[in-house]
């Protein structure tokens, strides 16, 4: 059984930056794709990021409403993922959840190729 926390949440004026990290209880995010997903009031959860693992290359993928703002990477000594957010919108406002697909895929934006799930952690950006 794997376990994701995240943290580095909070509440950032429009503009700022937040940079959030998941922790996972094993040797994961060097082994399994990790993603990252956000769910805001009254929408359904969508993808932001997703990184490859190790052994398949490195490889990050993002929604295009974040593009170029936001930034997904791992530490893998750390068993660590992070998503620096940067230029943050109040339309960027959600609860962040972090994930693992421990099968091989390129579905990387579809939440049911992900196995393990964080609880969560709330972004709120002021405008």
């Known amino acids: 059984q794997v376990q994701l926390v995240e943290s580095g949440g909070g509440l950032v004026q429009a503009g700022g930056s937040l940079a959030l990290s998941c922790a996972a209880s094993?040797?994961?995010?060097?082994?399994?794709?990790m993603g990252w997903f956000r769910q805001a009031p009254g929408k359904e959860r969508e993808f932001v990021a997703a990184?490859?693992?190790?052994?398949?290359?490195?490889?990050?993928y993002y929604a295009d409403s974040v593009k170029g703002r936001f930034t997904i990477s791992r530490d893998n000594a750390k068993n660590t993922v992070y998503l620096q957010m940067n230029s943050l919108e109040p339309e960027d406002t959600a609860v962040y959840y972090c994930?693992?697909?421990?099968?091989?895929?390129?579905?990387?934006?579809?939440?049911?190729?992900?196995?393990?799930w964080g609880q969560g952690t709330q972004v709120t950006v002021s405008s």
């Open positions: 994930a693992a697909a421990t099968r091989a895929t390129t579905r990387f934006p579809y939440q049911g190729e992900y196995d393990y």
């Open positions: 094993q040797r994961t995010v060097s082994r399994f794709i």
């Open positions: 990184i490859t693992s190790t052994w398949s290359g490195p490889g990050t």
